[in-house]
């Protein structure tokens, strides 16, 4: 590398590092990079690399965002209560730290919002002004999340998943148990044999509901039926107390 080459390099750093100009189309190399380090220009050389790994750091941060944004429509989202989020997660978070876990774990924070600012900004729904008053302005998280990751889809899902990522819970693992007495699902009418031809079930024993968790698992059924289920068009879930 000729030292008229090696101006040329820590110009093009200086310029991308001040101005943010990307003349050399991304030519510069590894070596490039341990050359400019050992040359001492009033110490600024140094700071002039590191900042173009941390620029490059963050380019390829963007491309992958843009990655993400490009697959949202694919992506299904769930809305939810951020000070339960936060309970659930044993701690709180700033809208920044909470969209770079996101980031770092898979998922994207995709808005900040509450029932009120979505009645004000709906261009489909219009309410009185007392209707949109009585609104909740409590802070809620819409999160996009993988299409095949289903298990996302609902308050305890992702944030048992946030906690397996941070390491402050194992994942678990379930058995398969034979009950001591076998239930028999009979299909009296078989007039949707051409819509739905199959019938799967299952019995989910010693399950308790409180009010939060009874309206989690409704909604994560809901999320089921629109994503994977195609709007009901492959897939109807129903769920039903044995008990009575």
């Known amino acids: 590398m000729t030292s ?3 101006d040329a390099e820590i110009d093009w750093v200086a310029d991308f590092v001040e101005n943010g100009n990307d003349n050399a189309n991304g030519t510069i190399s590894n070596q490039s990079f341990i050359f400019t380090e050992e040359v001492d220009e009033e110490n600024k050389t140094t700071g002039r690399t590191a900042a173009v790994f941390c620029l490059f750091a963050q380019r390829e941060k963007n491309k992958q965002k843009e990655y993400i944004y490009k697959a949202k429509q ?3 989202t769930v809305a939810l209560k951020r000070d339960e989020l ?3 997660l044993q701690r709180t978070y700033t809208d920044f730290e909470f969209d770079e876990l996101c980031f770092e774990f898979g998922v994207e924070l995709d808005e900040v919002t509450s029932e009120r600012e979505e009645a004000l900004k709906s261009a489909t729904v219009k309410l009185s002004k007392e209707k949109i008053a009585s609104l ?3 802070v809620i998280y819409k999160i996009d999340v993988p299409a095949n990751r289903y ?3 609902c308050m305890e899902g992702l944030t048992r998943a946030l906690l397996i990522f ?3 819970l194992d994942a678990p693992t379930y058995a398969f148990t034979e009950p001591e007495h076998k239930e ?3 299909v009296l009418i078989d007039h949707t044999s051409t819509i ?11 399950v308790t509901f409180t009010q939060e968790s009874y309206t989690s698992f409704l909604d994560l059924q809901d999320q089921l039926h629109r994503n994977l289920c195609r709007q009901r068009s492959l897939v109807a879930i129903g769920t039903h107390d044995l008990d009575s």
Do not use: G, Q, Y
Not at 196 to 206: E, N, S, T, Y
């Open 4 to 6: 008229e080459s090696n």
């Open 74 to 76: 694919k992506m299904p």
């Open 86 to 88: 936060f309970h659930h």
């Open 136 to 138: 909740s302005e409590e």
């Open 151 to 153: 298990d996302l889809l």
């Open 166 to 168: 941070l390491e402050k």
């Open 184 to 186: 028999t699902c009979t």
């Open 196 to 206: 739905r031809p199959f019938v799967v079930c299952a019995i989910l024993r010693d």
